[in-house]
């Protein structure tokens, strides 16, 4: 008989969003009439910039045109959109990539489940908790992370709890972790990081042989004075990588986009990981589609880029609205400053998901329970500014007429 994978055998039955999505459907089964407010799973609502749209249909009609049609592209990306990339989110802030340091992609949540493939499955992960359940899940299929335990922790894995003690920052690990899973602006808490916490450590991973994989999807939501990417920290080229993606910051959940920076400069004991990554891209992924990466070029216009800058401030100002609803209303509230996502701590002990059953029965909102994300999660909720103003005003109505 053939063998499965066991690691699979060993996760838990659903991931966090699809649990969530077969829990509402449930609900609304059952109560057709009621209205339901989404501010659950962080997916966009509003539309495509005008910009990006006018460029993937231009694409689209040179699809069309047997001189202008396009087969295979390079499965690292199409030149015009990596020196895009390296000219806006880079060189703009001082900081020296090249081209050939970017690997454009379907998005985060791939390039950081299969960033796994190039790491030996010995060594040790350290992840935040509560933490985005992809580090997680994807070690664990990789065999990295061991069993899982009563308490809802993988024994091989480290974890760094994120509290309202720490501030929500993760503290260096007692025991040595060889790969670090770090995201700021950070999903779920909206907690963000300092250049001097960053520094710190991208110091630990210097002097320890360890990678940082640094998730910055969310870096267009900062307002204050902190760091946009981790290669503005000194020594990060010898020990990062860094994935970015267009899915929050222009709207691309469903379009499809983001990129990983893997530096020339990070080798491990002579062996290049741009080099692995290279090889595992062009072995694995055909790229992005054309059409999508003339899209993702032109959210670096300007016409692109005062479209989506008007967007983040839309969702920014809703999670103003979210975050200074429910602190009015007596909740603990945290992030939605530099991050769409508002951390609250639930109300009258209730668990995470005791609370998210209150609050789609008592409110018809739908948010995610903190310990979906890891057992330091449990006694919050996360919320989401990714819904209409609408929708975010009403939602904060509900809550505070229902608790
Ligand atoms: C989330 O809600 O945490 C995100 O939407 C998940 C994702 O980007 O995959």
């Known amino acids: 008989m053939f063998q499965v994978n066991e690691n699979f055998v060993k996760l838990p039955q659903s991931y966090l969003f699809s649990d969530i999505a077969k829990r509402v459907a449930a609900y609304t089964q059952a109560n057709p009439d009621k209205s339901i407010i989404r501010l659950g799973i962080g997916d966009v609502t509003r539309p495509l910039a005008p910009a990006v749209v006018e460029a993937m249909k231009k694409a689209c009609d040179e699809m069309g045109v047997e001189a202008t049609f396009r087969g295979y592209g390079p499965e690292q990306g ?180 983001g990129y990983t920076v893997v530096p020339k400069e990070l080798t491990c004991n002579g062996v290049s990981l741009n080099a692995l990554w290279n090889r595992r891209q062009t072995t694995k992924f055909n790229g992005v589609p054309y059409i999508v990466q003339r899209g993702a070029e032109a959210v670096y216009s300007p016409e692109g880029q005062a479209q989506i800058q008007e967007t983040i401030a839309y969702y920014l100002h809703n999670a103003k609205v979210i975050r200074e609803g429910l602190a009015a209303a007596g909740f603990t509230v945290y992030g939605g400053v530099n991050a769409p996502y508002i951390w609250l701590k639930t109300p009258h002990c209730l668990t995470s998901w005791a609370f998210f059953d209150e609050l789609i029965n008592k409110a018809g909102v739908v948010g995610t329970p903190g310990s979906g994300f890891g057992p330091s999660g449990e006694g919050y909720f996360r919320l989401t500014s990714f819904g209409s103003y609408e929708n975010s005003v009403a939602a904060i109505e509900r809550i505070k007429a229902a608790f």
């Not at 985060?108 to 359940?133: E, H, R």
């Not at 007692?174 to 770090?182: G, P, R, S, V």
């Not at 630990?204 to 969310?218: E, F, K, Q």
């Open 78 to 257: 199409y030149d015009f959109l990596r020196e895009a990339i390296v000219t806006h989110d880079y060189r703009a802030r001082g900081i020296d990539i090249s081209a050939d340091e970017i690997f454009v992609s379907d998005g985060a949540k791939s390039d950081t489940g299969n960033i796994g493939d190039i790491f030996g499955k010995d060594n040790v992960v350290a992840v935040c908790d509560p933490v985005y359940p992809v580090y997680v899940d994807t070690n664990a299929m990789a065999g990295r992370a061991g069993n899982l335990t009563a308490e809802g922790k993988w024994d091989n894995l480290v974890y760094m709890p994120c509290t309202e003690e720490n501030g929500f920052a993760p503290a260096i690990p007692a025991k040595k972790a060889d790969m670090i899973y770090l995201c700021f602006p950070n999903n779920p808490t909206g907690a963000s990081i300092t250049y001097e916490g960053l520094q710190k450590w991208v110091d630990y991973a210097l002097a320890n042989g360890s990678v940082i994989l640094y998730d910055s999807a969310y870096e267009a939501f900062i307002t204050e004075d902190i760091p946009h990417s981790i290669f503005e920290i000194d020594g990060a080229k010898q020990c990062a990588i860094e994935f970015r993606s267009f899915s929050k910051t222009a709207g691309f959940t469903g379009t499809r986009c």
